[in-house]
């Protein structure tokens, strides 16, 4: 599933020309009103960050925001598109200290051992769609109404998000340039299908670990999901 990403030595995936991009799905991304995220003024609700507020990134610091990028989903009780259903992440899932909602397309760093193997790094941007099955993560129905916000950089970052999740933020790009630029991105950043693979990898070790705790008589605490009011 993932041989032919053996074959990249930079960070960022490879198109169907084999030329580096640096992309996740764009049809849905972003974050639900409500998700708190780090910031100069302390944690803050993602819908009440600004244009020139600082958010604490994974890899740079303290970094301004030069645009926020905001749509809101009325829902009228008809049939849902896959892609307008939101992520559910229970407390703890990613090191969140509270649930977080995201749409399918947002990206989500994470940290695998088969991630690293493959590049000798063991952080990659997936989609959050792939992260369904992990760890209590699943689609919930929206309310009537969603605001999604996503606030963005000069540079792609990583974000802190309730604590511990860090959700990807790329940089605003013209889109004739995109694939030069991205090649210079720091994060790497797998399709569906091979972000599943790695995800698939860590659901099987924690069903190890938990067989094991079984096997002691210690408990484990369930994840369970919760529908977006």
Do not use: C
């Not at 302390?42 to 604490?56: I, M, P, T, Y």
């Not at 689609?139 to 860090?166: C, N, S």
């Not at 959700?167 to 299908?193: H, I, M």
């Not at 995800?199 to 094991?212: C, N, P, Q, R, Y």
């Amino acid at each position: 599933m993932l041989e032919w990403l053996i074959k990249g030595n930079a960070r960022g995936g490879f198109n169907s020309l084999g030329g580096a991009l640096n992309a996740v799905a764009t049809g849905q991304g972003g974050l639900v009103a409500g998700t708190r995220v780090a910031s100069n003024l302390g944690w803050r609700s993602v819908e009440a960050l600004e244009v020139g507020d600082e958010v604490l990134t994974f890899d740079n610091g303290m970094q301004p925001i030069i645009e926020m990028h905001r749509e809101t989903f009325i829902w009228d009780g008809g049939a849902l598109l896959t892609q307008q259903v939101p992520v559910y992440v229970p407390a703890d899932a990613l090191h969140n200290r509270a649930p977080v909602w995201m749409m399918p397309d947002q990206g989500v760093l994470i940290e695998s051992d088969l991630i690293e193997t493959l590049f000798n790094d063991p952080f990659a941007i997936v989609p959050a769609s792939a992260l369904v099955g992990y760890r209590g993560i699943d689609r919930v129905k929206p309310g009537h109404r969603m605001e999604v916000i996503l606030p963005l950089f000069a540079e792609d970052q990583a974000i802190y998000l309730e604590a511990g999740t860090l959700g990807f933020s790329p940089a605003k790009r013209n889109l004739l340039t995109y694939g030069l630029s991205a090649q210079d991105s720091l994060y790497r950043v797998l399709s569906v299908e091979d972000a599943r693979t790695v995800v698939k990898d860590l659901i099987s070790k924690d069903e190890i670990t938990a067989a094991a705790l079984l096997s002691t008589g210690a408990q484990t605490s369930p994840y369970t999901p919760t529908e977006l009011r």
